[in-house]
Every structure is written in structure tokens, then in C-alpha cells.
């Protein structure tokens, strides 16, 4: 045997079924990679996110206005929203005296708290 080095028949079949393994890997992961890349829904959380940002901003907003505003509370009744940092001016000025102003504050939830007047009574149709 003239200086040739002897070669088993298996060596370059097993060399090209690794690199046939591998590549088939690899496009087989390239490929789910786009799959799943083009069908993802869009995202919904983004949406709702901002839907949800501009709701709190308007309940901020009417709180704030609320706070910080006078308004008819039940002109009927004859109660007036006032702002908190002139309810808790009133409250310090009126607890200087603190049998007045339980009286006071006795009274007015009564008055809060009475019932509506009945309504009339309709008339019978045989009267």
C-alpha cells in the first residue's frame, strides 16, 4: 500500500449527517421563529392601557373640581358643596365652642336625614 492513509468508510458519512442535523435545526428554528413572529394578535393591553390612562385623568379632573369648587349639594334642601380647605377653616372656627357646634352638626343631620314628604294621595274615582 503505496503511503496512503487509510480511511474508514463511515468518517465523511457521519461528518455530513452532523452538518445535515444541524442545518435542518436551524432552519427548522428560523422557520418557527417567523411563524410565530407574523401570526402574534396585536397587542390589547396597549389599548385598554391608554383607554384606562384617560379615564383616571377625568376622574382626577371631577375629583379636583369637586375639591376645590362650590356647588348646590341639594338646593332643596338648601346644602352647598364648599371646598375642603374652607369646610376645615369653618370646622376649626365652629369647634372653638364645642356644645354649639355639636348641636349644630346634631341638626343639620337630621335635617340631612329626614325622609321626602308623601306624596299626595290620588283621589279615589268613586268619590
Same mark, same amino acid.
Given at each position: 500500500?503505496?503511503? /496512503?492513509? *487509510? ?16 442545518? *435542518? ?12 413572529? #407574523? ?5 390589547? *393591553? %396597549? %389599548? ?8 383616571? /385623568? ?5 375629583? %379636583? *373640581?369637586?375639591?376645590?369648587? +362650590?356647588?348646590?349639594?341639594? /338646593? ?19 369647634? /372653638?365652642?364645642? %356644645?354649639?357646634?355639636? #348641636? ?21 274615582? +268613586?268619590?
Amino acid at each position: 500500500m503505496s503511503g /496512503q492513509p *487509510t480511511r474508514t468508510a463511515g468518517d465523511g458519512r457521519t461528518a455530513a449527517w452532523v452538518v445535515g442535523m444541524l442545518g *435542518t435545526l436551524l432552519l427548522m428554528g428560523v422557520l418557527a421563529w417567523i411563524l410565530v413572529r #407574523s401570526t402574534r394578535p396585536e397587542d390589547l *393591553t %396597549a %389599548a385598554r392601557a391608554v383607554e384606562r390612562y384617560k379615564f383616571l /385623568q377625568e376622574v382626577r379632573q371631577s375629583e %379636583a *373640581t369637586i375639591l376645590t369648587s +362650590y356647588a348646590w349639594q341639594d /338646593q332643596a334642601k338648601g346644602f352647598v358643596r364648599i371646598p375642603v380647605h374652607r369646610a376645615m377653616e369653618l370646622v376649626a372656627q365652629e369647634w /372653638q365652642e364645642p %356644645a354649639r357646634a355639636r #348641636s349644630n352638626l346634631i341638626a343639620r343631620v337630621e335635617k340631612a336625614a329626614e325622609p321626602p314628604p308623601k306624596p299626595p294621595e290620588k283621589p279615589s274615582v +268613586y268619590e
